[in-house]
C-alpha cells in the first residue's frame, strides 16, 4: 500500500468489477495500490492477489483453464481456493497458494476486502434493491482524486453554481432553501427543500417541478444524491468510490429512475449524455485539487456553514465517532 489509509476504508470493502463483465479472461484492478485479479471458476467469481507466487509475475497476464488461473511465465495454475493444481512438466505440485481475498456480490458488484479479518458488509442503500425502480449502471475510468474529496464533491451543494453553471443550478438570482441535516455513527443525509421548479438546464429538462433534493452518505465510500417530484422519486444516483491507489479513484455510478417517466434505455442515454460534462467538470475540480495539495502538503480544512457533510465523511471514515446530531440550516442556492 502506497500510503496510510484512513482505518474505515483500509478495513472496507470495495468493488472491483460488475458481475456481468467477468468473461473467460482475468481482469486486473487496483485496490489501494495492491494489485489483485479476478476470474470466473465454475461460473463464481474468485479474487486473488496478482502475483505468481513462484516468480511474482502477473496472474492476470495469464489466462482461465478448467477453472484455474495459469501465468504467462511457467504455467503453474491456481485453482479458486488460491492453491497451486499443477506445474507444467512435473507431477509433482508444491504446496503454495495465492492469496485469495474474500469475495460479496452485491448490487450486481464483485466486492472484495483487503483486511485480515473483513468487517461485516457495510449498509448499502436499500432503493438499489427496489425492484418497482429502473437501475442502470454507468462505469467510469479512474480519475485523479482524493477518496474523501471525492465523496465530499458529490454531497456539497455549494460548488454546481461555479463548477457547473447552468447544468445543475440557475445562473440567477438565488433561492432560499431550508435544509434539514441528520449526523450519526450510520452516515449523514442533508433534505434540502426545493419547492420550484430547478433551475439548471438538466433538472428543467428530467424533472420539472422539485419537491426536496437530499444528500446521503454511507460509511464509508458511498455518496448518494436523490432527486424528488411530487411524484415521488424521479432520479439517484448512488455512487461508490473506489480507492485504487493515492489520489486515484475509480466511481462505479448506479442510477436509479422512476419507471413509467420513459423507456430504461432513453433514460439510460440521457442521464449519461447530461452527467458526463458534470463528470469532467468535477474531475478536472478535483484534479487541481490534488494538484494544489501538492504544493501546501497535509493542511486542515476550513468548515464553512455549507459544508453539510464533509466532516462526517473525514471521521466516519476515519474510524471516528459522528454524534447523533439533528439541525436546519438556512441556504441560498
Ligand atoms: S512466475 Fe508464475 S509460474 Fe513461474
Ligand atoms: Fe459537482
Not at 21 to 26: E, V, W
Not at 28 to 48: I, Y
Not at 141 to 170: C, K, Q, T
Not at 295 to 301: E, L, N, Q, R, S
Request: hydrophobic letters at 45%; glycine letters at 8%; one cysteine or more.
Amino acid at each position: 500500500m502506497s500510503e496510510a489509509w484512513p482505518v474505515a476504508i483500509a478495513q472496507g470493502w470495495h468493488p472491483l468489477a460488475a458481475l456481468d463483465a467477468l468473461g473467460s479472461k482475468p481482469v486486473a484492478r487496483r485496490l489501494m495500490g495492491t494489485l489483485v485479479v479476478l476470474f470466473l471458476s465454475a461460473g463464481k467469481p474468485v479474487v486473488m492477489l496478482d502475483r505468481c507466487p513462484h516468480r511474482a509475475l502477473k496472474l492476470s497476464d495469464g489466462c482461465v483453464r478448467g477453472g484455474a488461473i495459469a501465468c504467462p511465465y511457467h504455467g503453474w495454475r491456481f485453482g479458486a481456493d488460491g492453491r497451486c493444481v499443477e506445474v507444467p512438466g512435473s507431477d509433482e505440485v508444491p504446496a503454495v497458494s495465492a492469496r485469495v481475498l474474500p469475495v460479496e456480490i452485491r448490487a450486481g458488484l464483485v466486492w472484495t476486502c483487503l483486511a485480515e479479518t473483513p468487517p461485516p458488509f457495510p449498509r448499502l442503500p436499500a432503493l438499489l434493491d427496489d425492484p418497482a425502480l429502473d437501475h442502470f449502471r454507468w462505469l467510469v475510468a479512474p480519475s485523479r482524486m482524493r477518496l474523501l474529496d471525492g465523496i465530499e464533491n458529490m454531497l456539497d451543494a455549494s460548488h454546481p453554481h461555479y463548477v457547473h453553471p447552468w447544468f445543475l443550478r440557475g445562473t440567477g438570482k438565488r433561492r432560499a432553501m431550508r435544509v434539514e441535516v441528520s449526523l450519526g455513527p450510520d452516515g449523514a443525509q442533508a433534505v434540502y427543500h426545493e419547492n420550484a421548479r430547478a433551475e439548471g438546464i438538466m433538472p428543467r429538462l428530467l424533472e420539472g417541478k422539485r419537491t426536496v433534493s437530499i444528500g446521503r452518505y454511507f460509511p464509508p465510500t458511498i455518496g448518494q444524491l436523490e432527486f424528488r417530484t411530487d411524484r415521488g422519486l424521479s432520479v439517484s444516483l448512488t455512487a461508490i468510490f473506489v480507492p485504487e491507489d493515492t489520489d486515484l479513484v475509480r466511481p462505479y455510478a448506479l442510477f436509479s429512475t422512476r419507471r413509467g417517466i420513459a423507456p430504461n434505455w432513453l433514460k439510460r442515454w440521457v442521464l449519461k449524455a447530461f452527467n458526463l460534462p458534470l463528470l469532467r467538470q468535477d474531475q478536472r475540480v478535483l484534479a487541481d485539487q490534488v494538484e494544489a495539495l501538492k504544493d501546501w502538503g497535509a493542511v486542515d480544512f476550513a468548515i464553512g456553514p455549507a459544508d453539510l457533510i464533509g466532516p462526517t465523511v473525514w471521521r466516519l471514515a476515519n474510524g471516528r465517532p459522528q454524534a447523533v446530531e439533528q439541525r436546519e440550516a438556512i441556504l441560498y442556492l
